[in-house]
């Protein structure tokens, strides 16, 4: 039985238009210097009317099927890892599965927050692990900044838009998920939520319209620890150590939080990716895109073990080791040539 789920392909998605920190001094009694000194961010992108979290999932979805060489009609599940779907229902998943003629496909969204992709990554092995499916794509994709609150400076500088999205297939050598290792600590919804219309009416967003709630420091306060315990604790279960680890993948919620975590684990940050800088936080999209722009950078290698960590809303937290590598028995190509040779979905692909 084929009991491994290896990465196949992978595509990402963000839109064309890029919100620089100078934009968000019209709007926000904030400034540049401010949010790159205490956040690492120095622009994000924004959906276009035309955009949707479905219609950037859709697009990362199509370059990650491209590249592992499969069609939609071989594809057994779909989970789109979202907090900012187009509907409560249909979800995104069936939209995707629908846009992409995914006939075959079980679809679901999937919503841990920034948390999202680890838990629908993990959910999705499981699947091909069992032997009950044997193509699968996972999605992070996210039209964050359409629940912002644009006069909040403490939120609207942190977020942005974008998706990736993994293929995975089965095989029958060890690649794949080494390990997963997913939490959970309902007590700190407090901290950081998005109210929606179905909640008690006294708990409706003003004006009924969801926008979400932040105290920054205390989610702050339990994102370092939580990384660092996660990844240690991620690696000990794949039987590694630190040494073996090859690149480290965090959430890119804010460089502080990434620069901590790096500290704490006594690593080189050139073994860190950070995209910050250029994306914000993209929230359930941010490790997917990551990981593309590491394997477009000629960063990831056959062979390598790499850790992708995570927390959000909830609280929830997540972190995995994952062996790069793609058997004969199921690769169409070098998956490093296939990185190194295509675009990414830069600048919005349609
Ligand atoms: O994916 C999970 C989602 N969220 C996170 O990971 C967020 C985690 N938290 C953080 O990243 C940080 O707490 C923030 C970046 C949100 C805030 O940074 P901080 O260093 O914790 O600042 P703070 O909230 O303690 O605020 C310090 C000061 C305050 O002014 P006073 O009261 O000292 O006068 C804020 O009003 O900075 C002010 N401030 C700003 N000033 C300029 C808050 N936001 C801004 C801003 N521009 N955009």
């Given at each position: 039985?084929?009991?491994?789920?290896?990465?196949?392909?992978?595509?990402?998605?963000?839109?064309?238009?890029?919100?620089?920190?100078?934009?968000?001094?019209?709007?926000?009694?904030?400034?540049?210097?401010?949010?790159?000194?205490?956040?690492?961010?120095?622009?994000?992108?924004?959906?276009?009317?035309?955009?949707?979290?479905?219609?950037?999932?859709?697009?990362?979805?199509?370059?990650?099927?491209?590249?592992?060489?499969?069609?939609?009609?071989?594809?057994?599940?779909?989970?789109?890892?979202?907090?900012?779907?187009?509907?409560?229902?249909?979800?995104?998943?069936?939209?995707?599965?629908?846009?992409?003629?995914?006939?075959?496909?079980?679809?679901?969204?999937?919503?841990?927050?920034?948390?999202?992709?680890?838990?629908?990554?993990?959910?999705?092995?499981?699947?091909?692990?069992?032997?009950?499916?044997?193509?699968?794509?996972v999605i992070g994709a996210e039209a964050f900044t359409r629940t912002l609150n644009w006069?909040?400076?403490?939120?609207?500088?942190?977020?942005?838009?974008?998706?990736?999205?993994?293929?995975?297939?089965?095989?029958?050598?060890?690649?794949?998920?080494?390990?997963?290792?997913?939490?959970?600590?309902?007590?700190?919804?407090?901290?950081?939520?998005?109210?929606?219309?179905?909640?008690?009416?006294?708990?409706?967003?003003?004006?009924?319209?969801?926008?979400?709630?932040?105290?920054?420091?205390?989610?702050?306060?339990?994102?370092?620890?939580?990384?660092?315990?996660?990844?240690?604790?991620?690696?000990?279960?794949?039987?590694?150590?630190?040494?073996?680890?090859?690149?480290?993948?965090?959430?890119?919620?804010?460089?502080?939080?990434?620069?901590?975590?790096?500290?704490?684990?006594?690593?080189?940050?050139?073994?860190?990716?950070?995209?910050?800088?250029?994306?914000?936080?993209?929230?359930?999209?941010?490790?997917?895109?990551?990981?593309?722009?590491?394997?477009?950078?000629?960063?990831?290698?056959?062979?390598?073990?790499?850790?992708?960590?995570?927390?959000?809303?909830?609280?929830?937290?997540?972190?995995?080791?994952?062996?790069?590598?793609?058997?004969?028995?199921?690769?169409?190509?070098?998956?490093?040539?296939?990185?190194?040779?295509?675009?990414?979905?830069?600048?919005?692909?349609?």
């Amino acid at each position: 039985m084929n009991n491994h789920a290896c990465v196949t392909g992978w595509g990402m998605y963000v839109p064309e238009r890029v919100l620089t920190n100078q934009e968000l001094e019209k709007l926000v009694d904030t400034s540049d210097s401010w949010i790159i000194e205490r956040t690492g961010i120095r622009e994000r992108r924004v959906v276009a009317d035309h955009e949707t979290a479905s219609t950037m999932a859709t697009e990362a979805a199509r370059q990650a099927l491209d590249r592992a060489g499969l069609e939609a009609k071989d594809i057994d599940l779909i989970i789109v890892a979202t907090v900012s779907p187009d509907n409560y229902y249909p979800s995104c998943g069936c939209q995707v599965q629908d846009t992409l003629g995914a006939k075959r496909a079980a679809a679901f969204d999937l919503g841990a927050g920034c948390s999202g992709f680890l838990y629908a990554l993990s959910t999705a092995t499981q699947f091909i692990k069992t032997g009950a499916y044997r193509n699968a794509v996972v999605i992070g994709a996210e039209a964050f900044t359409r629940t912002l609150n644009w006069e909040d400076r403490g939120t609207c500088v942190l977020f942005g838009d974008g998706a990736g999205a993994l293929v995975l297939q089965a095989c029958q050598e060890p690649f794949g998920l080494r390990s997963f290792l997913l939490g959970a600590d309902g007590s700190g919804g407090k901290f950081l939520y998005l109210r929606n219309l179905c909640a008690r009416p006294g708990d409706w967003p003003e004006n009924n319209r969801p926008q979400m709630y932040m105290d920054g420091p205390e989610v702050f306060k339990f994102a370092v620890g939580s990384m660092v315990n996660t990844a240690r604790e991620a690696i000990k279960m794949a039987g590694l150590s630190l040494s073996d680890i090859d690149l480290i993948i965090p959430h890119q919620a804010n460089y502080r939080i990434i620069s901590s975590m790096t500290r704490f684990l006594k690593i080189p940050e050139d073994r860190v990716v950070i995209n910050i800088d250029r994306y914000g936080n993209t929230v359930s999209a941010s490790i997917p895109v990551a990981l593309c722009e590491a394997i477009r950078d000629g960063r990831v290698k056959d062979g390598d073990n790499l850790v992708l960590v995570s927390f959000g809303t909830g609280f929830t937290w997540a972190g995995l080791v994952l062996k790069w590598g793609v058997p004969a028995e199921v690769g169409k190509r070098s998956l490093s040539q296939a990185g190194a040779s295509r675009g990414d979905g830069q600048g919005g692909v349609k």
